[in-house]
Each structure stands twice: as structure tokens, then as C-alpha cells.
């Protein structure tokens, strides 16, 4: 069975500080991978996209990076800003038109 | 946001009534699915539908039914609603972003059964 599994499932972190969440997946064939954006109260928005042969997407201050032989991804946020608190979901696509998604990863960011 | 628009945005409804959630979108996307999301579990499918009168079923299709009669409109039916049914449901469709296909998300519908 696909599977799509996040860590850490909470993150509390300073303002201005840096943080890395985690993405494992088992979905085979792989297409790709994103990573969205859930604010409170609203639908989840795309902040990267990526392929097999990428390894590295940049959108601002989120780096996406994507090791395919692992199957691992991770997202870095660099310099952290009070709204970047929200939820982050990591989803895989197979090629078909039902990806596999995470449970998220919900991250506080505190003055 | 994709032109994706969820009404009604918010519901409170009782046990055993039915209730249905519209999606409507703008830009002629072919492939359209109805997701529930609750805490611990993310999001999950319901239903999805991959052009006029073509429908198939999600992970949690059990007490849902869904239509879908013309491009722009998808219709989540909850036939007899239940207090498990109580959740944010989200409407998202399949584009493209660049050269590569995406889901976007509706704003979302919150249900209360009570």
C-alpha cells in the first residue's frame, strides 16, 4: 500500500530560526512530489513540485529537496516569519489521478 | 485559488438529515475529487470525478454520494448525515502548474452534525 509518512508531526520554533521537516514515502511508481501549505482555516496551497530527476526546488524561503533512491524529501524553511505557522503536507503521485498524501506537519512559529 | 469556490462555506445540520456540498469551478478541469480532513487522519478521498457522469470512489466512500451533470459543478451528498460526518470537506481540482499536473484546493466546507 502507498504510504506517505511526515515527521515531526509538531514543530515549535523562534522567529528568524531555520527548520527541516521530513518526508518518507513507499508510492511506486513515483511521479511526483509536493509540498503545500495548509493555514488555519483554509485549503492547502502548492509550494513546490518534483520530479524524478530533480533534487532540489526553491520557492523564496522554502527549499524542497528530494533524494528518489531513499525516497525521502524534506522541506527547509529558512529564516523563519510568523506566518509561516501553519501545516505542512507532503503529497507523492504514482503517475495516476489519485496521489498519496501525508498527515502533515503543523508548525508554531513564536516571537 | 483555480476558480474553486465551496458553498456553503459553513453548516451546522442535524443527525439523519441529508445534506449536500456544491463545488464549482471555473476553468473547464476535467478531474475534480471531494476530500475529508480530520485531525490525525489528514486529508482524506471521498470521491472523485474524471469527467461529466464519471465518478469512482475514494478511500471513505461509505454514507457519500456524489454527481456531477456538467463540467463546472461536482456535488457531494451526504444521504443521511451522521455525527462522524462532522469534518472540513475540500473540493480540489487537477491542473497544471508549469508542465506538471497539481491538485488545487476549494477554500473548504465546515459540517457540525449534531
Known amino acids: 500500500k502507498n504510504q506517505v509518512e511526515q515527521s515531526p508531526q509538531s514543530l515549535i520554533i523562534l522567529e528568524g530560526k531555520n527548520c527541516t521537516l521530513q518526508?518518507?514515502?513507499?508510492?511506486?511508481?513515483?511521479?511526483?512530489l509536493r509540498w503545500y501549505k495548509q493555514d488555519t482555516g483554509r485549503g492547502p496551497v502548492s509550494l513546490t513540485i518534483?520530479?524524478?530527476?530533480?533534487n532540489t526546488k526553491s520557492n523564496g524561503r522554502y527549499t524542497a529537496t528530494l533524494d528518489a533512491d531513499t525516497k525521502q524529501s524534506s522541506l527547509h524553511i529558512t529564516a523563519s516569519q510568523l506566518s509561516d505557522s501553519a501545516s505542512y503536507i507532503c503529497v507523492v503521485s504514482e503517475g495516476s489521478y489519485i496521489p498519496t498524501f501525508g498527515r502533515g506537519t503543523s508548525l508554531i512559529v513564536h516571537p | 485559488d483555480a476558480g474553486i469556490t465551496q458553498s456553503p462555506r459553513h453548516k451546522v445540520t442535524e443527525t439523519g438529515t441529508p445534506v449536500t456540498l456544491r463545488c464549482h469551478q471555473t476553468?473547464?478541469?476535467?478531474?475534480m475529487y471531494w476530500y475529508r480532513q480530520d485531525p490525525g487522519h489528514g486529508l482524506r478521498l471521498i470521491h472523485y470525478s474524471y469527467g461529466v457522469k464519471d465518478t469512482d470512489k475514494g478511500e471513505v466512500s461509505d454514507g457519500y454520494s456524489v454527481s456531477r451533470s456538467k463540467t463546472e459543478d461536482f456535488l457531494l451528498t451526504l444521504e443521511s448525515a451522521t455525527s462522524s460526518q462532522t469534518s472540513v470537506y475540500f473540493c480540489a481540482i487537477r491542473g497544471t502548474s508549469g508542465d506538471l499536473e497539481t491538485q488545487y484546493f476549494g477554500p473548504g466546507t465546515r459540517l457540525l452534525v449534531l
Open positions: 518526508c518518507n514515502y513507499t508510492v511506486s511508481p513515483f511521479s511526483n
Open positions: 476553468e473547464n478541469h476535467r478531474y
Open positions: 518534483m520530479t524524478f530527476s530533480e
